[in-house]
């Protein structure tokens, strides 16, 4: 029985659903990219230079939704960790007439500032007298309990474990005092909170001059008080978000660590650092498994190292890691107690005429993402994109040029360290869209389902589409394949420092972290210090 395009494709849908893979349906177009919101944008003039300024501190080095989307992290090189919170499309009060006459399709997700702690302090390493920064390299946000938040996040050497939660204000009330007091100096001083009945400190605090009140100078007035009132504690309705660190995770790692990822199981993570992947149960902060080891016994043979790994999302005994010749290994935790060899090995081999000194370079790993249903892992080099099927460890199944009109301009980005430079990626819920980000703060979607030529390019600023429109690819013909077949699109050859719509690069201004809301098509960007979002 012969059946048209779309019912075939149909079939190969329900095919797909039963195997257990990633859902993967035709794209309606390219996406409507929208500005929605910024948060600590840098006014006219004003530059945040990587070293010798304040506001180096305030320059976002990590970013991450939680799993339901309405809260997003994000850490800075000062130690800090920021969270937010998300204010619409959970109000649905109103009437009937009301809620019917809204336009949901234009609704997009909105945040606020929730609260902010400080996550990491500098530190000195004494046996190594190496100092350790405070950056933030990564936050992972871990299972809800309770109402309360809980995330883990990373420096180079330590790890911790926060809980987040809505605590109620205590407020100290019915102070004792009178309308004139001596001090101890022969001064009279009025009280500002004269029979106390009205005067309240939150959380115990009190105003300057009551600090003086219980200074040692103080005399109390001839004859005593004539009543003495005790101050009693009243808790507020109001709520206040409280950061506590739970667990610290620490002296595991003889190398940064660049990677942690939160297990499906809930109880356990995984850090990495260049050599090492250790195993941890939140719980036990003292003692963790190495499960990883590529160390070799003569560190002149070191040839590779990791550079990224995280979890599959649903399978608690699978994770993936990257390294720095471009491969990514698949393992199974019920193979051995020291995962040295994988199960599975993905890597795309180079044509011995393509090959320069900046092959191995440029072929390193910066970072690897599990599609939701991980089926698919997306991964970055300094050049490209790159789409995985884990049933396929032949080569990708996508390729999607991100930087190929750098390449006459290798030798000057390896003068000026740029080449690099670790740039993140991440998929859309749906798993339709791929997106990374470049220089000149500019970000690129891909589309990723079968025909789509999808090609989006778009700068961090209030305006995304002003530099340039969106450049799909050459079309190519109409195919019954699935995603599995290979294709490389993306970027057109060009010459000099300009991508393929003409627009010059700056590579002083980069944008290395960027995040894709779980459920629906709104990405969050680090354009320096500012966080920017945006919808479609």
Partial sequence: MLLSVSESDSQREREEKMKGGDEVIASSGPLDWRFSQVFGERSAGEEVHEAGVSSAVDIISAIEFDKSGDHLATGDRGGRVVLFERTDSKNTSGSRKDLEGADYSLRHPEFRYKTEFQSHEPEFDYLKSLEIEEKINKIRWSQTANGALFLLSTNDKTIKFWKVQEKKIKKLCEINTDSSRSLGNGSVESSSNSNGKNSCLTNGGSPDKVNNYLSNDYSFPPGG??????????????????????????????????????????????????????????EISNQSFNIVDVKPANMEDLTEVITSAEFHPTHCNTLAYSSSKGSIRLIDLRQSALCDSHSKLFEDTETPTSRSFFTEIIASISDIKFAKGGRYILSRDYMTLKLWDINMD?????TFQVHEHLRPKLCDLYENDSIFDKFECCLSGDGLRVATGSYSNLFRVFGVSPGSTETTTLEASKNPMRRQVTTPAKPSRPSLSSITRAVRRGGAESTGGADGNGNSFDHTTKLLHLAWHPTENSIACAAANSLYMYYA
């Fill in 225 to 282: 008080f004539p009543s003495l009132q005790l101050p009693t504690v009243t808790i507020s309705p109001e709520t206040s978000p409280v950061a506590r660190c739970r667990r610290v995770y620490t002296h595991a790692h003889d190398y940064h660590i660049n990677s942690i990822s939160n297990n499906s199981d809930g109880e356990t993570f995984i850090s990495a650092d260049d050599l090492r992947i250790n195993l941890w149960n939140l």
């Fill in 394 to 398: 032949s080569g990708p199944v996508s």
